[in-house]
């Protein structure tokens, strides 16, 4: 047995615990507001998104500034679906 094998085996141990750790964590915060992984992904990606849109060269014959526009719309329509799915399902 190499010390690279047993490195790699404590390595998975730990992110094994690390998950039911935090697996535990969401559980027990479930009823406060659960988190909603996929809708906060989405946000995320979306501002990642607006950010890159805003560091762009300009003039694109407009097309840049619908875009942005878009893309602020549809963070406003996650943030409410978020906020709905909240205040209806406790999500």
């Known amino acids: 047995m190499t010390t690279d094998g047993a490195s790699r085996r404590n390595f998975f141990r730990l992110a094994a615990a690390g998950a039911g750790g935090a697996a535990l964590l969401a559980a027990s915060a479930g009823d406060a507001s659960a988190y ?27 097309h840049k500034a619908i875009a942005v526009g878009l ?3 549809a963070i406003g329509e ?14």
């Open 78 to 91: 996650v943030q409410a679906g978020i906020a709905f799915a909240a205040e209806h399902f406790g999500d």
């Open 36 to 62: 909603q992984g996929n809708m906060e992904r989405a946000l995320g990606q979306l501002q990642g998104a607006l950010r890159s849109l805003r560091q762009a060269t300009p003039d694109k014959g407009g």
């Open 71 to 73: 893309i602020e719309q």
